[in-house]
């Protein structure tokens, strides 16, 4: 009898997120998107949502104390190479996330700050907006918000690249390492801009006609948070994120009535290899 050589352990990353029940976003999308990485994903739920490709019908929160004792459980045992943080819809429950953040000395963290879901429910109450400002930007190492959501936390317009590089830098003036900008909302190809408290950085690819966009942000944030517990430098890791964003997009195929998610697992299997296996 042989017994099993033991795999040597693989990065880890764990997220603290909403659960999104259709699948394309929240933890759904930020595990699915790790474990595309080769990275052992853990989680720490915050909400759980009633949501499908067109709509969030509820939202139910965790209570402050269970959320925190799932941050302690998995940090305490399994650990984190790097941490992405997404639906946090109330003040209590940023702090209770910010303090699990200082408890356990998490450097890695990424902040996807989450405000409105593709469907354009929100999912950020008032009183959080200030409290992700004041208590998780400043430990974030990363920090990625879409441009409706860069306006919010800059507290400027933003219509083109010159704002957005203004907005960068308000932002980062909060106290993350390196702010994303991500250029979606505007015209022309999807560039996004990376500054780090003294360079603006370009990442563009080409835009992808397409509706499956469900999931996008969880997707983009976890795969640089990934790409950080395998050990990548930020700027390679963000520029991987983005060609893999792009990838997923280009390959999304479609689920329900709205917007459809990416397709995290597009290097590995395809619809068509499902519809028609091989040989068949």
Excluded at 64 to 80: H, L, P
Excluded at 171 to 194: F, N, Q, T, Y
Excluded at 220 to 226: L, M, R
Aim: overall charge negative; proline content about 6%.
């Amino acid at each position: 009898m042989t017994s099993p050589v033991p795999a040597p352990t693989p990065p880890k990353a764990l997220t603290i997120a909403g659960s999104d029940s259709g699948g394309g976003a929240g933890i759904q999308a930020d595990l699915k998107t790790f474990a595309a990485h080769g990275v052992y994903g853990s989680s720490a739920l915050t909400a759980i949502t009633a949501q499908n490709t067109l709509a969030v019908t509820a939202v139910h929160n965790i209570p402050i104390d269970v959320i925190a004792a799932q941050i302690d459980a998995v940090m305490e045992d399994i650990g984190a190479d790097a941490v992405k943080t997404g639906m946090l819809s109330s003040s209590e429950i940023v702090n209770t996330v910010a303090l699990a953040v200082q408890r356990h000395g998490i450097e890695h963290l990424v902040v996807d700050p989450v405000m409105v879901a593709k469907s354009g429910d929100r999912l950020l109450q008032e009183d959080a907006v200030q409290a992700v400002i004041n208590q998780l930007l400043p430990l974030a190492y990363v920090v990625t918000p879409n441009i409706p959501e860069a306006e919010v936390l800059a507290g400027v317009a933003v219509h083109n690249e010159h704002e957005m590089i203004d907005a960068a830098k308000r932002i980062a003036e909060r106290g993350p390492r390196i702010v994303i900008v991500k250029g979606g909302h505007l015209s022309g190809p999807p560039i996004d801009i990376a500054f780090d408290g003294s360079t603006v950085s370009y990442f563009e690819t080409p835009r992808v006609n397409t509706t499956a966009t469900h999931g996008t942000g969880c997707t983009f944030s976890s795969a640089i948070a990934a790409n950080l517990a395998r050990g990548l430098r930020v700027q390679d890791a963000i520029e991987q994120a983005k060609q893999y964003l792009y990838r997923s997009l280009l390959n999304a195929f479609e689920i329900g009535g709205g917007h459809s998610p990416v397709h995290h697992f597009h290097q590995m299997w395809s619809p068509r290899d499902v519809e028609h296996p091989a040989g068949k």
